[in-house]
Nanobody, 123 residues
């Protein structure tokens, strides 16, 4: 199983980025998938989750209305569109999945993690 995250970078406050996470080895069309983020020295926290078919989504309050998660089952890829970025969004972003259709906000519910992609938002 592999999860490959990409799309991070440096952006000014108010700007946008789109993260991608491509997977292999999982029944992607049948599973929920999520994004988390982590600031060095702090715990990894939930950002967004998508149900197996994208019909249901869940967002942390801190990103609701600014971030959008979407799932392309044909490409085994999940995206995180991030708009109106703030310096507080600066973190390493991780995609996470497990062999389940149940969305979760808890890190311990996920077995498989991407390698992380860095997002830096300058003020």
């Amino acid at each position: 199983v592999q999860l490959q995250a990409s799309g991070g970078g440096l952006v000014q406050a108010g700007g946008s980025l789109r993260l991608s996470c491509t997977t292999s080895g999982l029944p992607f069309g049948s599973i929920a998938i999520s994004w988390f983020r982590q600031v060095p020295g702090k715990e990894r926290v939930f950002v967004a989750a998508s149900s197996w078919n994208g019909g249901s989504t869940d967002y942390a309050d801190s990103v609701k209305g600014r971030f959008t998660i979407s799932k392309d089952n044909a490409k085994n890829t999940v995206y995180l569109q991030m708009n109106t970025l703030k310096p507080g969004d600066t973190a390493v972003y991780y995609c996470a999945a497990d062999r389940t259709a149940t969305m979760s906000r808890e890190t311990y519910d996920y077995t498989y993690w991407g390698q992380g992609t860095y997002v830096t938002v300058s003020s």
